[in-house]
């Protein structure tokens, strides 16, 4: 694997700000349109930088009280959905704060949602995506960032209610973290369309018999059912792309609006 597929994002706030701002001001401009959520990639290589920087243009300026953030267990599973239980998340950018009403909403919400660190403090998920939103959004937010210890159907659609459900009402966002590390001849083009028109039961069945496969496929499902259930109605694929021959992960980053 070459040096630029290997390469990571900056540790050190003076050149991890310079590369998100060089990203960001590569990216194109994002259209008007009422942002619900984003789908970026999960993984902490540069290489998706660029599908990362497309969508956070979306909420380049925008102003949120909260985001929630939901990403893949990088530890393996552990049957349950976790939050961290710190009071603050730290990034070389600073510390945001997290949104504790949010995090007991979420916990009062659904029974399999803990406030645990496992899973959290890597350097994937949360870690990676919360600098962009801090380089993006207008003034301070409060963060809940989510790990999934199990990728059921059935906890994808509780955590996808249970989002949907403490985020009525709230000027917030969601973010869901996955990458692509593999795809039968086809089965993208699929995936494109499950997306586009909400199918979410023909996007499980992809994700699930493996045509598609998605590190974080619990991310991306729960963020188009949260999405959906706060009035989404347009999903505007940015990046979608197979791992490459060295086997660094697919792209794939989503804008999720209502128009």
């Keep these: 694997m070459s040096l630029a597929q290997r390469a990571v994002y900056p540790t050190q706030a003076g050149p991890l700000g310079q590369t998100l701002d060089s990203l960001l001001a590569n990216a194109a401009p994002a259209p008007e349109a009422d942002l619900i959520a984003l789908v970026v990639p999960d993984s902490n290589r540069l290489a998706g930088g660029t599908a990362a920087a497309a969508a956070y243009a979306y909420a380049k300026g925008r102003s949120m009280e909260s985001v929630i ?6 530890t393996g599973d552990f049957g349950r959905l976790s939050i961290c239980q710190a009071d603050t998340y730290t990034t070389p950018l600073g510390p945001v704060a997290i949104d504790d009403r949010l995090r007991h909403e979420l916990c009062d919400e659904d029974d399999d949602i803990f406030v645990d660190d496992t899973g959290h403090y890597h350097t994937e998920g949360a870690d990676v995506q919360l600098p962009f939103l801090q380089r993006v959004l207008e003034g301070d937010f409060k963060a809940v960032p989510i790990v999934m210890g199990e990728e059921s159907p059935a906890f994808c659609r509780e955590l996808g209610h249970a989002v949907g459900e403490v985020l009525y009402g709230h000027r917030s966002l969601l973010v869901g973290s996955s990458d692509v590390v593999g795809a039968e001849d086809g089965a993208l083009d ?8 909400f199918n979410t039961s023909e996007l499980m069945h992809l994700l699930g018999s493996e045509k598609v496969k998605v590190e974080g496929m619990g991310s991306l499902i729960v963020t188009l059912l949260a999405a959906q259930a706060r009035g989404a109605n347009k999903a505007t694929i940015l990046a979608l792309s197979e791992p490459d021959e060295n086997g660094a992960p697919g792209a794939i980053a989503i804008a999720l609006t209502r128009e």
Aim: proline share 7%; net charge negative.
């Design 69 to 74: 953030l939901v990403s893949p267990s990088h």
């Design 190 to 197: 699929a995936l494109r369309d499950a997306i586009e028109t």
